[in-house]
């Protein structure tokens, strides 16, 4: 199939380039705008209970105040804040308020009773944004407006005005994103550029992965995922944008040295140019469309999970690694049909000289002769690094961790927490209900709250009232604030709440209904939905990326080795990173979403090494190698291709700990090393050892490793229109 499918591009080269242009174009045209959720909550299914909670109090508090910025005003010089403060900070209330900015409804005034910290450092105003404009650039744009108008009208008053809260750091969050894109981006353009120019001792070579990945497969993936956020009404996360360039361009260069090493294989051979090209495609081309599958398949079954950023990163990848391995499969070798192979490989001038391999070559004599050891030693470095995955903590502060520490936003809600309570910055809601309407009585709501302030870890509770407006207008239903004595995205604050959860159903008066809202009530549901993903993804990824396996290798045994050592590479990656974080660096956990992200790319791109590695034993085998034989020259042969693609996709991703924030520190140094351990641990000695030990055993029930199953080394010559071989040396 793949031998065809090379002939037929070969021979149409050119139509095939100019098909993915035309089609790259009306694609990227015709593709709808799509807007980045930067919401928890509304990444969680309608019956979490937090969800239920903020529905309840858009219905009985239709206009009750959810501040979605927060003004912060301290002295310059440290001080307490004085009269001529309180006047100061009455005319940037007033002034923003005349400014009239889009989509601002109310700038609540200082009030020196309510608004002070108790040492008088620090003044609070909230403002009102209108909530239908949340997921639009007005929302954030209210909160650039707010903050360059209210330093305006602060300037000069020995007054320091910032601003945090929500709308403000959706707007950090944007800017953060923005830079991480581009660092990222840059990154990894000059890494992947850098890499395989030197791999190849070639200016094109590498340059043509990033024009293939970025020119064509990311426009290409990015129209197709803009239609189908729009078509299945996904949502869209801003941390997509930096995932999807390292997957597009890491995965894309991975194929391309996949087919150029191939190629550049059959050159040697003494293969015409577009022989060579045609062969290449049809001894990888199954191997990079498993390997696409197994990735597509690992990243599109996250639409099963119970969170929105997953169902939405999910499918967005898995558009994108195809698009990726449609483009590797068919325009990557009409460009390469097209160039004359002395520039492809230009200025390099020993590329026609069949290296020794001296190094890979000594790692295969060794893999072939002692593969128990081999299999002993790159197992238990395995093993030993995923025990150190048990102490793994999962924290959910995802708003703080994605950004800057210096972020204005992040900066306010620190000072908010200090100066007034950890739980200042976010108090959780409880909304009692009495059904069929009835009001709810003083004596009720006075002893529920008694009940809901005696909650350890609980520093305070503001029983509703009408002068507060937190009854709704028929009595039924009341908004008791609750203060948390912990950061609300704490580990802590969310065990509180899980207790406030159980108090507040456990104390509701008969004929009453109990719901717990907030941000920490949202962050405990998120721990639950996450506790779902991981029992229900995780082992359906797994059936399906082994089906894929076993097709491929028409094997029932090798799936099963072949997961259990990515299974391992997966909890080496979380003990490493866990040891790192927690242990050296003491960060109090990894964030919560970190291990599904290392087990999908950890499983999916290892399982790319692997198969390409397998692929190349049996191709051994099929030549009438014994099985210690095979895996010895699939080592010396496909080795270099594997410690080539996983060095430049680590490295890709290791750029990731530049953004300067938490979140993508870890991400880039797991995934990062993730990578490192499926390329040179897994795929490089523990599959081929593995298979080497088990021998003819590995591909049964099938015997896809006999002899005479696959193609020799010969050259196989590119047919002409009419089925006749073209003569050796055409090109």
């Known amino acids: 199939m793949f031998h065809r499918l090379g002939q037929f591009v070969v021979r149409r080269a050119w139509w095939v380039i100019a098909a993915w242009v035309v089609a790259m174009l009306a694609i990227v045209m015709t593709a709808p705008k799509v807007t980045s959720q930067t919401d928890e909550s509304a990444f969680l299914p309608k019956h979490y209970e937090s969800i239920q909670a903020a529905q309840l109090q858009g219905e009985a508090f239709p206009s009750s105040f959810t501040p979605a910025a927060l003004l912060l005003f301290e002295r310059n010089d440290g001080q307490a804040l004085n009269g001529a403060d309180q006047a100061t900070m009455d005319k940037v209330v007033k002034g923003l308020t005349d400014a009239h900015i ?392 969310i065990d509180t709440i899980e207790k406030v959860r159980d108090t507040a159903h456990a104390s509701a008066p008969s004929g009453s209904k109990a719901l717990v809202g907030g941000v920490t009530a949202v962050y405990k549901d998120i721990n639950t939905a996450m506790v779902h993903d991981y029992t229900l993804v995780f082992p359906i990824a797994a059936v399906l990326i082994m089906l894929i396996l076993g097709l491929q290798l028409r094997s029932v045994v090798a799936p099963w080795y072949l997961m259990a050592s990515v299974g391992l590479g997966f909890g080496a990656t979380l003990g490493a990173t866990t040891l790192l974080f927690q242990n050296v660096k003491g960060e109090p956990g990894l964030m919560f979403m970190l291990p599904i992200f290392i087990y999908l790319f950890v499983v999916a791109i290892g399982t790319d090494y692997n198969i390409l590695i397998i692929a190349r034993l049996r191709e051994e085998a099929r030549e009438g190698r014994n099985p210690r034989d095979a895996a010895r020259e699939a080592v010396k042969h496909g080795g270099p291709t594997v410690a080539a693609a996983g060095f430049i996709l680590a490295a890709s991703f290791a750029t990731f700990m530049f953004a300067g924030n938490v979140l993508f520190m870890e991400l880039g140094f797991s995934l990062a090393f993730g990578i490192v351990l499926a390329a040179f641990v897994m795929a490089m000695f523990f599959t081929p050892a593995l298979t080497a030990l088990l021998g003819h055993r590995a591909w049964w029930p099938g015997r896809a490793d006999s002899p005479g199953h696959g193609h020799g080394h010969g050259p196989t010559p590119l047919a002409d229109a009419h089925g006749v071989p073209e003569p050796a040396g055409r090109s």
Not at 364 to 390: E, I
Not at 391 to 404: F, I, Q, V
């Open 102 to 493: 889009p989509a601002v409804e109310t700038v609540v005034p200082v009030d020196p009773k309510t608004s002070m910290s108790k040492d008088g450092k620090y003044a609070l105003s909230m403002v009102a944004i209108d909530k239908t404009k949340m997921q639009s650039e007005e929302y954030t744009e209210a909160a650039k407006k707010l903050r360059s108008e209210g330093t305006k009208l602060a300037d000069g008053s020995g007054l320091k005005f910032q601003v945090g809260g929500g709308a403000a750091s959706a707007l950090d969050q944007q800017d953060a994103s923005g830079a991480t894109d581009a660092i990222v981006m840059f990154g990894s353009l000059l890494l992947v550029i850098l890499i395989v120019g030197i791999i190849f001792r070639s200016i094109l070579a590498g340059i043509l992965p990033v024009i293939l990945s970025l020119a064509i497969a990311m426009p290409v993936a990015n129209g197709l995922i803009a239609d189908a956020i729009k078509m299945f009404d996904l949502k869209s996360s801003p941390m997509t944008s930096a995932i999807l360039i390292i997957v597009v361009l890491g995965v894309g260069t991975d194929y391309f040295l996949f087919l150029a090493f191939r190629y550049r294989e059959r050159l040697r051979l003494g293969e015409d140019r577009k022989t060579a090209v045609a062969n290449a495609v049809g001894r990888v081309g199954e191997a990079i469309a498993s390997a696409a599958g197994a990735v597509a398949v690992a990243f599109a079954v996250l639409v099963l999970s119970s969170l929105g950023m997953f169902t939405a990163l999910g499918p967005a990848l898995a558009i994108a690694v195809i698009a990726t391995a449609l483009v590797s499969l068919t325009l990557a070798p009409a460009v390469l049909a097209v160039i004359p192979s002395k520039g492809v490989f230009w200025p390099g001038k020993k590329w026609m000289q069949e290296p020794s391999n001296a190094r890979f070559a000594a790692l295969g004599r060794m893999t072939g002769k002692k593969p128990g050891l081999v299999a002993l030693v790159s197992g238990g470095v395995l093993l030993v690094l995923a025990l150190a995955g048990v102490n793994y903590n999962g924290t959910y502060d995802l708003a703080g961790s994605s950004m800057p520490k210096g972020k204005e936003s992040i900066v306010v809600e620190e000072k908010l927490m200090s100066a007034f309570s950890a739980g200042a910055a976010d108090p959780s809601h409880v909304f009692l209900t009495s059904s069929g309407g009835a009001k709810l009585g003083d004596a009720a709501i006075k002893d529920f709250a008694d009940k809901l302030q005696g909650v350890p870890g609980v520093a305070s509770v503001v029983a509703p009232s009408a002068e507060a407006k937190t009854i709704s207008a028929d009595g039924a239903t009341g908004d008791f604030t609750v203060l948390l004595k912990d950061v609300p995205a704490s580990n802590k604050a």
